[in-house]
């Protein structure tokens, strides 16, 4: 059997042991010990490949500062950091049809400045404005599928991890790949927005919910906002605006590096909480398990994600696939559609750090070669993963907003469903980026 | 209908409203009380990495004395939080899962869907216990041979603590699936007696 | 003709020194020494780039026979590797990186102690080579005397930055692929690398002032092979590797030196400076060191390996070879 055929087996083996029901992460890594067991015939050997990865699969500081990066996440959620913002982009937007689509992608944006992974994004946004939309007669699809495709901005808009992963593996400078997700991250923010505008006039019932079955007519009748002045919406903006100035005022004034900023954020987070009174002892500790538990089923996944990707290593999958895709074409457009259709079908089932770590290593010596600038394909590597966030079975996003919704009669494949128009935007702005690439430096904008 | 946990009780995971996640793992004895524990030091953990990481930042930027071996007790603090957390992370039905087709099977053949969750549950138990097989040998030679991470006159860290929070913190979940699987073992057979009856 | 399949394997991408010589090199030659006689040839299988194992992970991957060939930086394993670290302990001695594996390949001949040290790894060393030829600061701010060092904000790799630590430095703990972003942002007000590193990976954007302190440079990689497929190799093919492990070895100090060199001009080209310490100034700070070789020595010694022996070897080729060698660092 070739490489390639192994892959494609074990790929379908895990989409049918997934929809059964079975862990993702223990589907993961059966199907990689069954792999390697077939192709080398020895055990230990296949043992061994899931050993290794378990311990020495997130065994460094880029996944050492996910936990820093939830836990200000959730002190951000308990203290009200995070609802603020979100009120504020409501009281400026709520006029406009679809106005709380549009705050929740406005308030991401400015929360994705402070934090480093879109998990904490989901986490925060799935309790602070999903209720809020569900009250006021939005389809529960579209608040769910808003919450997480703006999440997907924490990752795009500096401090980043995985633009973190991207310039370590390919050798770029951080600072400019961090300076590179700015414009993006704005184009990607307004292309939501348009994309909501759009589908609330034209095609409402995408965004409203007819039936109302969650909602509170008189919350819906009422105006918000009478008597709400725009110094008291001001003072809101105080606590984000703070935080923001504690991380990017840390990270460029050389404090401490954007993986650091996460342990520093979190401390800050939580004298605030303290200084606001809102943190009991108990709260504390709760704060600090929820995020360990969230950071187990989280690495714990990306742990399997890298004993598959070994596994596919194993069988010569990823030098097939580069090998494929160079003698396959010499026009650069098609590798760059094939590279991007990869990243979108691994996105389907490996995680997106692991989808970098095997695909750029393959495909930017080609993309070198046609004299593309290494940023640039960075950044639109690190859209088409993040679309893999949105993507069922293994999407992280979706699944943190899941786990973080309070209301259970929303299900997993409302949040898949309602975040495929997001995706679809965010292949959108793959294509703008690809016919003007220069709209990656934010400074090239205007002349 | 998905639900990202096996039985019928919501998953209360908010901070803000208080943290049910003990509520949320059956009461087993001695293994609850354990992965509880364990849980509690992941927590520790947590809690140590924000210290070390704020002490090695301020110290560094502040009295010019950044903490020796940050680099390194991060890098397995992360490994430890997780294995500390997998028991309670399974038994808490948290392990990340899509069950809409289960959902499903369970609304026609209730039964059927008992059985799939334990097989699913063993598997996973199997899963685990593979891991700890290669992982048991690796613990006693990074004991023996006394490895340690970092560098000499620098600061150096033992692994063997980290490789036997690894063994333990699998076999402890590998353990807990197995108490889940004799859970839907148990509503099998009362599940068919109410048939019989 | 057999074909004999291999997986190569380095958490390395190929852009990395000591991959792109594996490519240009390593492989290359051992492909021509078996078409000689044309009995052998190899079916490589690449894993490159952390996909079978990350930088570090290598060893372990070769014990357990994940790979059969791997690189591995010994640097990572001061605590399975003792003995390989002797060129962290013995600073301001040679920047002869062609010369120094020679001398490593040498003494791993003739004391068993360096292959009773991988016996347990289940594997069989191949030969020594490394990157670093020379250790010099790439800083933010010019340096030219000793003085300017204290109170400086070091980035480096872990042991050697006890080389600088004793002259005032303050060492900020990172790896190659922060440094870069330590010192961009101020965190670090220099780094301690060497000059391949500052051409290939750009330092000099954000640190353009190269300070030579004569630090000189160390063996840091092993080519390995898992013990099972060393094995089943027939003895051509060991040759084969064997030599062609040797010529990497070369290849890559050669290329070390080359681009070094480059390191200065590029450092001038983007409006730094380039100093170099006096000898006055790199003797007083030479010996400001603790006794880095003894001390290892030592703790060595108490194991049973002839480190003392093995020392005093090391520093006597190096004397014979007339390197630089500003501390006998093997004498107490
Ligand atoms: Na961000
Ligand atoms: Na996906």
Redesign the interface.
Known sequence: MTGLEIGIISVGAIIVLVYSGLHIAIALSLVSFLSVLYQSGSTSLAINLLTLAATDGIANQTFAVIPLFVMMGLLMNATGVGRDAFDVGDFVLHRLRGGLGLATVASNAVFAAVTGVSIASAAVFTRVAVPEMLRLGYSPRFAVGTVAGSSVLGMLIPPSVLLIVYAIITDQSIGRMFFAGIGPGIILSTVYCLGILAMAYFIPSMVFDPTRKFADEAAMGADRFEGVTWGQIALKLLPIGFLIFVVLGGIYGGVFTPTEAGAVGALFATLYAVLRGKLTLALFVQTLRETGYITAAVCFLIIAATMYSRSLAFAGVPSEIGRFAQTLTQNYLVILFIFVLIVLVLGTIIDAISIMLIVVPLFLPIMLQFGVDPIWFGIITTIAVEVGLLTPPLGMACFVIKSSLTNKEITLEDVFIGALPFAAMMLFVIGLLVRWPHLIYIDQWFG | ????HDSGQ???????Q??L?DNQMPEFPILTPLARLY??A??????G??II??V??FG??LF???L?G??EL??????A??F???A??IG?R?????????GFVERRRSVLALY??AI?NI??A??LL??A???FP?LI?SYV??????????F?AP?WPL?AI?LTG?VLGAVMFVALAGVNVKKIINEKRRIAE | QEEISIRIASGFAPNVAAVKILQETFMPRVDERLAETGNYSIEWREAFSGTLAQPGGELEAIQLGLTDIGVIPTAFHADRLPLYQIGSVTPFTSSDLVLIFGVMDDLVEQYQEFSETWDPLNQVSLAVSGIPDNYVLCSRVPISTKEDVDGLRVAGAGLNLRWVEPAGAVGVTGTLANFYQLVETGVADAMMVWGEAIVSLKYHEVCPHYFDAGMGGLNSYVINVNKQAWDRYPEEVRTALREAAVEYGVAIGNFSAEVGAQARDTMLESGGTVTELSQEDRLAWVNSLPPLAIEWADALEGEGVRAREILAAYMEAMREADQPVLRDWDVE
């Open positions: 209908m998905t639900r990202t919501q998953p209360k995971a908010t901070v803000e208080g943290n996640l849980g509690f992941g927590a520790a953990v947590v809690l990495l924000l990481v704020n090695d930042v560094r930027f010019n004395r950044p020796a940050t680099l991060s890098e397995m603090g992360i490994v939080i997780v500390l957390q997998l309670g992370t808490a948290r392990l990340t899962r899509s069950d809409g087709f289960l799939m969750r699913f598997l996973g199997v899963t593979v891991v097989y290669g992982q690796r030679t041979r006394g490895y340690y991470k970092g560098n000499v006159g620098i150096t692994t490789d690894v699998v």
